[in-house]
Structures are given as structure tokens and as C-alpha cells.
């Protein structure tokens, strides 16, 4: 009998894989790419990944694995050179990116806790007498960890019995629980097909009107019939009751009708999207105009593995990427189009399966366990009939275990969202999307209206394929940009008010006479403030005392709606006080503005019409931000108030102002891609104006209306930009010229920390000599109660990098096998953002 040994990765912070022998009974079905639950330390289970089997005795004892998981390898030699490069690339280990990669679901270990899964029927007959056990342990207990079930029940094998109670839908992972996605309903109501008949509905009129009880009952069927145009379609339920003026409609009369079955209710997903396959469209019928057809035409042809699309916003990029993927779905391969942020998608995944209907797959991170587990199945299906041609979603969607991979899109790839940043892997998605590409030999376009200054410069060195799309599509102008000078308004409300009042001048005349117009129109209004909350902070007039986080370096944020002071780091959050602590004066002011105060200020100044906002403190709850999208698409909203959220992709055909509230906040940022980012965040906020129909306006508010990137905003100049900006980080050495490196060292203790950032700079420039740079204290220094440190490496881009990340690992690790510094945490950023 041969004796195998298999190499596994666990999915845990740990280098490397391990090493666990077979026994004989599985020497027969061990594969790479199947999960297997071993031992990994005293007593805890993992399910971990077999990467390679082998005959190679071990020099040491080494466990067997306790048993299999999977009948098939549930990931591919592809996915495992993709993590092994992602998790080199990025200074982690594979264990990080299997535990980021993998749906929990599949991530089954001694410590996780599972539970009864919430649509199990509770049918019992076709549960194995362990499986009963468990579904009884459970149904007392409610949630409990592997490890006690084990216990209690005494079966060794536990966790394959657990899995495949997972598969079958009776339990599910607790932590799957917490996150399930329940798409938004909404209830309809539609008459029944009894009463479909002309006739049949007369009589039940006639039988409704002869009796004065039953009179609100005739109200609501008359209401009903005047909404679904006879009974053809379906009506909301909101809708159908909503008094809107009219006398109200009685609810019981209602509930009666449904009763007595003349009226039916059920509910349907709501969202942007209501597509069937029957409804879909061939792409052919796409006709694309001259610039479409031409950067259409260089994309499918181009000889670079890399192209970038760099098209105006509304110059049709979308409709190019269609036809992009129709040609390789033509040919029955799949198609990874990735956004920054998958909450923003709806509009895009409508647009999407109305050419490919249910070939599209969208991979969501909040999806529940079950629904995540069947989009990898069918991405990964071998025959091309059952599996999803189109996957489409945000940098997770990269870890799919993909059949046939022809095409990459990354839309939007200049957006920040695109990094991660905690924990490790600290990847980006559209730089690891380029290197899942080549692993497959496919193509990857990358679209943007304001392309990152990485990926335009790999397009003037050639090193990409580049297609420019300069006009808006349908001969739609760009929107006039114009500026609101803040210095003269503030001048202006001083000689009028003859004080130095401050209120109110977060608005100049300029942009409140143009909402005032846009509102009369019954036009749209977007608001872009990139600070949440109401005012920055809040500040003593007489000492200048301004109310701290205790655990982080920063100052606290008043939040109206909460009448508190919280920390945007921690969440730490303290009453607002009403007198200064230091002095006890109590000429506490308020400073800067957040989306809070505008949303509030607009409900004062415009008192008629209904203003929104749309940031991380209103969008916390899940699906809030599809209504608010939903609404201001259906115009029940007149000015959306928003952080960055507001500048995303997103395409309304009523909006005719967009006022950018400070522009000096975006400019004046301490970061060298602050001006940038600053010309990205504009002019995609203006792409917003005037999409459908006519010429929008875009009013941008600032104390310096003559500041390079205003003035290239202006003049809608991304090529000036591009140049002033690549000028700047040749001289400064900054990317795309030069490569970074950020070490972020964390303490609790200070002291300790600084011997710490000293020691690794002083043995990192011994062999890097000046490309060390620091340790320096961030902008915030402390968060959570840590003490924070960084070090920043800096190679030019000609330099081979990966011995020095190499060596980069050692020096750290050395200096924490250190135990002065045990507890000392290095974090690894490479090509921080
Ligand atoms: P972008 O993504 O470049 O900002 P979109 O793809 O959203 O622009 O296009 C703007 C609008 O123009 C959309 O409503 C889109 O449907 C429409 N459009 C673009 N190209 C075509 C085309 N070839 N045929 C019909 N409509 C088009
Ligand atoms: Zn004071
Ligand atoms: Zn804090």
C-alpha cells in the first residue's frame, strides 16, 4: 500500500501550507482542491485545502486528516495561482486570501457556530438518526459552536455530517445568518382570475352595490379597477390604499375582498430590475454610434492585453462593454465585469440581463450562505449550458472559480473602493483583475470618464491599449460648470447683515437661485458634500477646546439626529457637552459643515420640497440606499444630499443641477493624489447633470475659483490634468513613476512602538538605504486605542520588487520574534492608495 501525504492550507493568518498524512481508506479519493477537516493545534478543527498531494515523507510526525469534505475540488489550479500570486503581491499569506476567497459556507471549523436554518421545513422523516440528533441539540439550544455540538453528541466525524446539513438547507452557519440579503418586496394586489370576465365582474359589482354594507368594499374595487386598467395588472398594495388626497380607503373592506378571494395579494422582489428571459433582447439590436463603433472596433481587435476605455460620462461606455461581451459569450467563454461597489449595481445588472437575462450571475457579498454557494457552482459548471456567462460584482467576484474566463471589464476603475483595506490581503481589484486575466489568456478592459493617472500612463507608454469616446451620446452636451466664488459671497452677506454671520453661508445666492429654478421646473437636484454628520466638530470660542475621541486622534463629529459627538473611527461617541470642560465658557460654536447640517439647512430654506440624503449614516440599514435610489428615480424625492455615494455611476434623466458644496475640502487634502482624486470626484458628481433631455448645470462652491483642478473641471480638461499631475509625481517620486510600500506598525504602548519603528527603519535602510522613508506618525496617530507608526518604502518602477518584499518579511519577522515587541502588529500596504 502506498502511503500519501497531502500539503494544506489553512485558512488562518499563517505562512505557508502544512503537511498531514492520508489514511489508506481515502487514498483512493484525496484531491487537490478538496477540502479537508484536520487538526491544526491542540484541539481545534479547520476545514483546510489540499494543494498538493505527495509521497515525500515528512521529516517529522505528522496527524491525518480526519476526513473529506468535498466528492469534487471545489476550487481549481487556476484560483490557487491566482491567491498564491494575490498573496505574494500583496505581502500576506494564502491562509488570508482562502479566508477571504471562500464563502463561509465552505469555511466550516471547530469554533463556528451554527443554527437551525430559518426556511427549513422541520420535517423530520428524512433525517438520519445524527442528523435528527443534531436538528434536536439545536432546536434547544439554538445557536452552538461545532465543537460543542461534537461534544455532546460524541461523533468524532462531526463536520461532514455538518456540511452536508449545510448543502441540504437545515442548518446554516450562524455568521451566514447575520448577513442574509432578503431582497426588498413589495406587495401586489391583482384580481382574480374568477372575476377576469367582463361579466363575472359586473355581477359581483351588482351583487357589492345592492347592499349599504358592503359599499366600501365597492370604493376599493373601483379604485383597484381605475389603477390596473381593468384588472390587467397588478397593482401596490401602498399604492392602491394610500389615501393620496382622495377620501382613504377602509382597510377591513379591503381585507374582506382578499378574504372572499375577488382580490389576490403576493409579493414580488422589488429593486430596478424585473427582467425575464423571455424578455430579453439580442445585443445586435444595439446599434452603436461612430465613436462607439471605432473604440468597439479597436477593444475586440486590440493586440495589448490591456486596454482602457476612457469615454466622457454618458458617452455610452456601457453599451460598447454589451457588445465587448456578446463577442466572447458568442464563443462560450464567461465575463467578469467588476464595479467598485456592488450597493450601487442595479442599474447596470438591469442594463446587463436585459441583452443576457439569466446568464448573468451577480456574486454579492451579502448574499446569503446558500445563494453564494450556487453562483460558484454555476460559474464553475463544466458544461457551458448550465453555467453563468456573465458574473458581475464588486473585488470578491475575483475569487470565483471560473470554467472559462474570456473577458475582464473593471467599470469605474479609477475608484478608491476598488483597494481593500483591512484586514490582509490590502489587494485592489482592478490590479488583480489584470493578473486573473492573463492567467487565462483573456482580455481586460478597463473603463472610466476620469481614467486613474496609473492606468492613463501605462496607456501613453503603450503598455495598454487605449480608446477615447469624447462626446456624450445622442448629441447630449456636456454640463456647464460654473463656480460660485464663497470669498465674495461671504464678503456680500456681511455688507448686507452687517455682522460676520457665519449661517447660511454654506449656500451662495448663486446655487440657491439655481435649485429655486430647478425645483419650479420640477427638475432634480444632487448635493455633493464629501463630510457626514452635521458640523465637523465643535469648538470653545474662548480657549479653543474641541472635544477628542479617547481612543483615537481625532476629534469627534456632532451628529444632529443622534444629539451626540461621535468618533468616524471607533464609533465612540459622548453627549455634546454645553459648556467648555477646560474654561467652562459656554461659547461652544459649531465649525464645518456635514450632510446632516445641508439636509437640514435645505428643509429650512426650501421647506417644500422633499430632500434626501444618501450617506454611510442613512444607508447603514441594508437596502436603504435602493430606495433612496428607487425614489429619487421615481422623482418622490427633489434634492438628494450625498458623500462620495452621489458620484457613482449612477444615471438619472430629471437631474438639472449639481451643486458641489466645498471643493476646497476635496483639494486641500493632505495626500499626494489629493488633486486627482479632487478632478475624479468632480467631474464624475457633474456627469450626474443633465443626463437625458437637456444641458445640466453644475455649480461648484469655493473660496478658489481660479485652483488648477476647478479650472480643468471647468474646461472638462482630464488631458491638463493628467499632465500637471504626472509632472508633479516625477519630481516628488511618486507613483506611476515610483512603487510604494506602507509598513503601518500599531501598539498599545507608545514607548514601545517608537523603539520598535526605530529599530525596523534603522535594519531596513541597512539594505534599502534611502528608499526608506520615516517612521513618521500618520495624520491620525492613535485609533482604537493603538498607537500608530508607518514606514514607507519607495522603489523605482524599474526595480524588481518581489526580493524586496521578500526580505522585507524577514527584517519584520525577525524584530517580532523579539518578544519585547510580541504584540507589536505589522500591516503591509502595497500601492497604498
Ligand atoms: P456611460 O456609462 O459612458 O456614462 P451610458 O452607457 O450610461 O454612459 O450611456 C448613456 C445613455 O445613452 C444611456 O441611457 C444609454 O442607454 C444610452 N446609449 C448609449 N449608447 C447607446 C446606443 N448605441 N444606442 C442606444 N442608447 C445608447
Ligand atoms: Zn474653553
Ligand atoms: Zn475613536
Given at each position: 500500500m502506498q502511503t500519501f501525504f497531502v500539503d494544506v492550507i489553512l485558512p488562518l493568518h499563517i505562512h505557508g501550507t502544512y503537511t498531514y498524512r492520508v489514511p489508506q481508506e481515502y487514498n483512493d479519493s484525496v484531491r487537490v482542491g478538496q477540502r479537508v477537516v484536520v487538526q491544526?493545534?491542540?484541539?481545534?478543527?479547520?476545514?483546510?485545502?489540499?494543494?498538493?498531494?505527495?509521497?515525500?515523507?515528512?521529516?517529522?510526525?505528522?496527524?491525518?486528516?480526519?476526513?473529506?469534505?468535498?466528492?469534487?475540488?471545489?476550487?481549481?489550479?487556476?484560483?490557487?495561482?491566482?491567491?498564491e500570486w494575490l498573496a505574494d503581491y500583496y505581502m500576506s499569506y494564502v491562509g488570508d486570501v482562502m479566508a477571504i476567497a471562500l464563502p463561509s459556507a465552505f469555511r466550516l471549523a471547530s469554533e463556528s457556530s451554527v443554527t437551525i436554518h430559518p426556511d427549513y421545513s422541520g420535517e423530520l422523516s428524512d433525517l438520519t438518526d445524527n442528523e435528527l440528533r443534531v436538528v434536536q441539540l439545536l432546536s434547544e439550544h439554538n445557536v452552538m459552536t461545532v465543537e460543542d455540538i461534537s461534544r455532546a453528541i460524541g461523533l468524532q466525524k462531526m463536520m461532514p455530517l455538518l456540511n452536508t446539513m449545510i448543502e441540504r438547507e437545515i442548518i446554516v452557519m450562524d455568521e451566514d445568518l447575520h448577513q442574509r440579503f432578503k431582497p426588498r418586496t413589495t406587495t401586489y394586489v391583482s384580481l382574480s382570475p374568477l372575476y377576469h370576465e367582463e361579466d363575472e365582474a359586473r355581477a359581483l359589482f351588482d351583487q357589492l352595490e345592492k347592499k349599504k354594507t358592503t359599499q366600501k368594499q365597492?370604493?376599493?374595487?373601483?379604485?383597484?379597477?381605475?389603477?390596473?386598467?381593468?384588472?390587467?395588472?397588478?397593482?401596490?398594495?401602498?399604492?392602491?390604499?394610500?389615501?393620496?388626497?382622495?377620501?382613504?380607503?377602509?382597510?377591513?373592506?379591503?381585507?374582506?375582498?382578499?378574504?372572499n378571494g375577488v382580490l389576490e395579494q403576493f409579493d414580488k422582489e422589488e429593486s430596478f430590475i424585473a427582467q425575464d428571459e423571455a424578455d430579453t433582447v439580442s445585443p445586435d439590436s444595439i446599434t452603436l454610434n461612430a465613436q462607439q463603433q471605432e473604440a468597439f472596433g479597436y477593444l475586440s481587435t486590440c493586440d495589448k492585453p490591456v486596454a482602457l476605455l476612457h469615454g466622457v460620462t454618458s458617452s455610452g461606455k456601457t453599451e460598447v462593454y454589451i457588445k465587448l461581451i456578446h463577442e466572447v459569450v458568442k464563443q462560450g467563454k464567461q465575463v467578469l465585469f467588476l464595479l467598485p461597489e456592488i450597493a450601487l449595481t442595479a442599474q447596470i445588472i438591469n442594463r446587463l440581463r436585459k441583452y443576457f437575462g439569466k446568464t448573468v450571475g451577480v456574486y454579492h457579498s451579502r448574499f446569503s450562505a446558500s445563494q453564494r454557494a450556487e453562483v460558484w457552482t454555476h460559474t464553475s459548471a463544466a458544461d457551458p449550458a448550465q453555467r453563468y456567462q456573465v458574473l458581475l460584482g464588486a473585488r470578491s467576484a475575483l475569487f470565483l472559480p471560473f470554467a472559462d474566463l474570456g473577458l475582464v471589464i473593471v467599470d469605474e476603475e479609477h475608484d478608491t473602493s476598488y483597494k481593500q483595506y483591512d484586514p490582509a490581503p490590502r489587494y485592489h481589484g482592478r490590479d488583480s483583475a489584470i493578473y486573473l486575466a492573463h492567467l487565462w489568456q483573456a482580455r481586460t478592459v478597463l473603463g472610466s470618464a476620469t481614467p486613474s493617472l496609473e492606468s492613463y500612463f501605462n496607456a501613453q507608454q503603450g503598455k495598454y491599449g487605449l480608446a477615447t469616446m469624447t462626446k456624450r451620446y445622442g448629441g447630449l452636451q456636456m454640463p456647464e460648470v460654473l463656480c460660485a466664488d464663497m470669498k465674495e459671497e461671504t464678503a456680500r452677506v456681511r455688507r448686507e447683515r452687517g455682522t460676520a454671520s457665519a449661517r447660511s453661508t454654506h449656500f451662495s445666492q448663486f446655487l440657491l437661485n439655481h435649485i429655486t429654478e430647478a425645483l419650479d421646473?420640477?427638475?432634480?437636484?444632487?448635493?455633493?458634500?464629501?463630510?457626514?454628520?452635521?458640523?465637523?466638530?465643535?469648538?470653545?470660542?474662548?480657549?479653543?477646546?474641541?472635544?477628542?475621541?479617547?481612543?483615537?486622534?481625532?476629534?469627534?463629529?456632532?451628529?444632529?439626529?443622534?444629539?451626540?459627538?461621535?468618533?468616524?473611527?471607533?464609533?465612540?461617541?459622548?453627549?455634546?457637552?454645553?459648556e467648555c470642560p477646560a474654561c467652562h465658557s459656554h461659547h461652544l460654536t459649531m465649525k464645518g459643515v456635514g450632510t446632516e447640517r445641508i439636509e437640514d439647512d435645505l428643509s429650512i430654506l426650501f421647506p417644500k420640497a422633499r430632500v434626501a440624503r444618501m450617506d454611510l449614516d442613512s444607508t447603514l440599514q441594508r437596502n436603504r440606499y435602493l430606495e433612496i435610489l428607487n425614489d429619487f428615480q421615481e422623482r418622490r424625492i427633489d434634492i438628494l444630499v450625498g458623500t462620495q455615494m452621489v458620484?457613482?455611476?449612477?444615471?438619472?434623466?430629471?437631474?438639472?443641477?449639481?451643486?458641489?458644496?466645498?471643493?476646497?475640502?476635496?483639494?486641500?487634502?493632505?495626500?499626494?493624489?489629493?488633486?486627482?482624486?479632487?478632478?475624479?470626484?468632480?467631474?464624475?458628481?457633474?456627469?450626474?447633470?443633465?443626463?437625458?433631455?437637456?444641458?445640466?448645470?453644475?455649480?461648484?462652491?469655493?473660496?478658489?475659483?481660479?485652483?488648477?483642478?476647478?479650472?480643468?473641471?471647468?474646461?472638462?480638461?482630464?488631458?491638463?490634468?493628467?499632465?500637471?499631475?504626472?509632472?508633479?509625481?516625477?519630481?516628488?517620486?511618486?507613483?506611476?513613476?515610483?512603487?510604494?510600500?506602507?509598513?503601518?506598525?500599531?501598539?498599545?504602548?507608545?514607548?514601545?512602538?517608537?523603539?520598535?519603528?526605530?529599530?525596523?527603519?534603522?535594519?531596513?535602510?541597512?539594505?534599502?538605504?534611502?528608499?526608506?522613508?520615516?517612521p513618521e506618525y500618520p495624520s491620525v496617530s492613535r485609533v482604537r486605542g493603538l498607537y500608530i507608526k508607518t514606514i514607507l518604502l519607495r522603489f523605482e518602477r524599474t526595480e524588481a520588487i518581489g526580493q524586496a518584499k521578500h526580505i522585507t518579511l524577514d527584517i519584520c519577522d525577525r524584530l517580532k520574534a523579539d518578544k519585547h515587541f510580541a504584540s507589536l502588529q505589522i500591516h503591509f500596504d502595497v500601492d497604498p492608495q
Open positions: 491544526f493545534g491542540s484541539r481545534r478543527l479547520y476545514s483546510a485545502l489540499v494543494r498538493r498531494i505527495h509521497e515525500e515523507v515528512p521529516k517529522y510526525r505528522v496527524k491525518y486528516i480526519l476526513s473529506i469534505l468535498d466528492k469534487q475540488p471545489i476550487v481549481t489550479e487556476k484560483q490557487f495561482l491566482f491567491w365597492v370604493d376599493v374595487l373601483m379604485r383597484f379597477m381605475q389603477m390596473s386598467q381593468f384588472g390587467k395588472e397588478p397593482v401596490p398594495r401602498r399604492l392602491l390604499l394610500d389615501s393620496n388626497g382622495d377620501s382613504p380607503l377602509s382597510e377591513s373592506a379591503f381585507k374582506t375582498l382578499v378574504r421646473n420640477k427638475e432634480q437636484v444632487i448635493l455633493f458634500q464629501n463630510r457626514r454628520g452635521f458640523s465637523l466638530r465643535i469648538e470653545c470660542d474662548d480657549c479653543h477646546w474641541v472635544p477628542q475621541c479617547q481612543h483615537c486622534d481625532v476629534s469627534l463629529v456632532y451628529h444632529k439626529a443622534t444629539n451626540s459627538m461621535r468618533c468616524h473611527y471607533c464609533g465612540y461617541s459622548i453627549p455634546v457637552p454645553s458620484t457613482k455611476g449612477l444615471d438619472f434623466d430629471n437631474v438639472s443641477v449639481v451643486g458641489i458644496v466645498s471643493a476646497d475640502n476635496l483639494i486641500y487634502f493632505p495626500d499626494f493624489r489629493a488633486f486627482e482624486r479632487a478632478f475624479q470626484q468632480m467631474t464624475q458628481v457633474s456627469g450626474r447633470a443633465g443626463r437625458h433631455g437637456h444641458q445640466g448645470k453644475v455649480i461648484i462652491q469655493t473660496y478658489n475659483p481660479y485652483h488648477q483642478a476647478i479650472r480643468n473641471v471647468i474646461d472638462n480638461d482630464y488631458a491638463a490634468m493628467y499632465d500637471s499631475q504626472i509632472t508633479e509625481r516625477r519630481v516628488f517620486r511618486y507613483p506611476p513613476y515610483y512603487r510604494l510600500i506602507e509598513l503601518t506598525l500599531k501598539h498599545r504602548d507608545q514607548e514601545v512602538l517608537n523603539d520598535a519603528a526605530g529599530i525596523l527603519a534603522r535594519d531596513l535602510r541597512e539594505v534599502f538605504a534611502t528608499r526608506v522613508i520615516g
